[in-house]
Nanobody, 117 residues
C-alpha cells in the first residue's frame, strides 16, 4: 500500500523559514493534484496550498506571498516552502496527493510545525 511520508517540520521562531517535503513510498499512477493541508488544535483541517497538473498553484489568503508549493509528479514528491512564519501558522501539516484511474486521495501522517519565540 502506498504511504506518504512528510519531513521538515519542527520548531521555528517567528519570521523564520521551513521547507516541508513529502514523498510517496511507491509510484502513484495518474497524479492530478498535490496539496498541503494543516490543522491546529480545535480547528478544522484547512487547505493551505494546491497545485493541479498544468495549472498555476493556489494558496489560502492567510499564506499568500509567504508560502510556495512545488512538486514533481514523476518523482511523486511535493514541497512547501514557508517563509516569514507567524505564530498563527502553528499546526500539523498534512501532505495530500490526488490520483485518477481510479480516483483517490493519499494522505501523510502529518508533521508538526510550531512557530514560537
Amino acid at each position: 500500500q502506498v504511504q506518504l511520508v512528510e519531513s521538515g517540520g519542527g520548531l521555528v521562531q517567528p519570521g523564520g523559514s521551513l521547507r516541508l517535503s513529502c514523498a510517496a513510498s511507491a509510484s502513484i499512477f495518474s497524479i492530478s493534484a498535490m496539496a498541503w493541508y494543516r490543522q491546529a488544535p480545535g480547528k478544522e483541517r484547512e487547505l493551505v496550498a494546491r497545485i493541479s497538473l498544468g495549472a498555476i498553484p493556489t494558496y489560502a489568503d492567510s499564506v499568500k506571498g509567504r508560502f510556495t508549493i512545488s512538486g514533481d509528479n514523476a518523482k511523486n514528491t511535493v514541497f512547501l516552502q514557508m517563509n516569514s512564519l507567524k505564530a498563527e501558522d502553528t499546526a500539523a501539516y498534512y501532505c495530500n496527493i490526488h490520483s485518477n484511474l481510479p480516483a483517490r486521495d493519499y494522505w501523510g501522517p502529518g508533521t508538526q510545525v510550531t512557530v514560537s519565540s
